[in-house]
């Protein structure tokens, strides 16, 4: 795992086996939950845990993981927006290819970045979060995946139902699972038993779904 910055945001890079530096690869960039805050970039530790995931199963694709320097998301948003935009043309990366992923408040930070920007995204993976749900037209064309633990004690399940809810109204691509007897921790399932890397990898940009 590379540990680099670009202007304000620290981030960490991680890159398949076999890296290619004449190949372009697609791009998952997953955001941090709160436990990952600060300014350490050894926090955060799912995407080790995504690097070690895209490793052992031979996944040729990149993991880019911003760093929230701040007490939330939103406190950096416009910022995350601009790193979001670099990364899709690093050298590396096939722009049509970059998917995004984020659990708890990056689930939140990951439903506002596809309302706020949902041209930049084949596909998102949000868990464990919520937004604004009047706002789900913004994102009815790119195809998400949400994850929620039914026994979630820190963000109410409520809140990926009626995300979810929102966006099947506005006729997106959407699907949800919930997953019972899980708590807060629903990012693990939906890597390890769900697969939702290898799903976010099947779509493209501007497919039509």
């Not at 202007?7 to 998952?28: S, V």
């Not at 690093?90 to 049509?96: G, H, L, Q, R, T």
Request: include cysteine; charged fraction near 15%.
């Amino acid at each position: 795992m590379q540990h680099l910055i670009h202007n304000t945001i620290q981030y960490n890079l991680a890159t398949p086996n076999d890296f290619d530096p004449a190949r372009k690869y697609p791009l998952i960039i997953y955001l941090h939950g709160a436990g990952g805050r600060g300014h350490d970039l050894e926090l955060p530790r799912y995407p080790y845990m995504m690097e070690e995931y895209i490793h052992k199963n031979n996944i040729p694709a990149m993991v880019a993981g911003p760093l929230c320097e701040f007490d939330n998301w939103f406190m950096c948003f416009s910022e995350l927006i601009e790193f979001v935009r670099f990364a899709a043309t690093m050298d590396n990366v096939d722009p049509d290819r970059v998917y995004l992923m984020g659990s708890s408040m990056g689930g939140y930070a990951t439903w506002a970045m596809l309302m706020s920007t949902p041209e930049l995204f084949a596909a998102a993976v949000p868990i464990c979060g919520g937004g604004m749900a009047w706002n789900a037209y913004r994102m009815k064309d790119v195809p998400i995946w949400a994850f929620h633990g039914v026994d979630d004690g820190t963000v109410a399940v409520t809140e990926s139902i009626n995300m979810a809810n929102a966006v099947r109204a506005c006729g997106g691509n959407i699907k949800l699972t919930l997953l019972p007897g899980v708590n807060h921790n629903a990012w693990e399932p939906a890597m390890y038993q769900e697969g939702a890397i290898e799903w976010l990898l099947t779509h493209r940009r501007g497919e039509t779904v």
